[in-house]
């Protein structure tokens, strides 16, 4: 990597969450939306300069919308529609030449070739996810994982 891109990428991260994998369900409602934003931010590091894109479906975009605010939204509906969202980012953003960690906060396997290509790329890649979500292909494609329902993690996110 060149001395140019090198610059552009250091310290700098980006955050790919799949709202609805990471809390485990359909339909998010506010609540949801803040237990999950408090336990991604005591579990994973942002810093200020970060960037955090959240996708959804549509019937949960009002609700991190109204609750996670300050960030990218994206939404697509249907079978691994924030999937395909945060894939589409990937492909077409060129995040390793941008950023120097990528989170990627789902353990669905279809992300992991995503991941993969992003650490051949020479970006770290974190893999955020519940225990027992966590696919074996991103298990294998991430660099580190961070597991948002450790048990300090799940306090935080029944209070």
């Not at 990597?1 to 552009?8: A, D, E, P, V």
């Not at 200020?48 to 019937?59: F, G, L």
């Not at 939204?73 to 950023?99: N, P, T």
Request: aromatic content about 6%; glycine content about 8%.
């Amino acid at each position: 990597m060149n001395g140019k891109f090198t610059s552009l990428r250091s310290h700098r991260a980006i955050h790919l969450i799949d709202a609805e994998n990471l809390v485990g369900g359909p339909v998010l409602s506010r609540l949801d939306v803040v237990r999950l934003r408090d336990a991604y931010s005591t579990s994973v590091p942002v810093g200020p300069m970060d960037h955090i894109v959240v996708a959804t479906a549509h019937n949960s975009l009002l609700s991190v919308g109204a609750e996670w605010r300050g960030i990218r939204h994206e939404m697509r509906s249907g079978k691994d529609g924030a999937d395909i969202c945060l894939a589409e980012i990937v492909v077409y953003e060129h995040l390793a030449e941008r950023f120097e960690s990528i989170f990627i906060g789902s353990g669905d396997g279809g992300l992991a070739p995503f991941a993969a290509h992003l650490a051949s790329q020479g970006a770290s890649v974190t893999a955020v996810s519940r225990i027992g979500s966590l696919s074996p292909r991103m298990r294998l494609a991430a660099s580190n994982i961070i597991y948002l329902d450790r048990p300090n993690v799940a306090a935080a996110m029944a209070s």
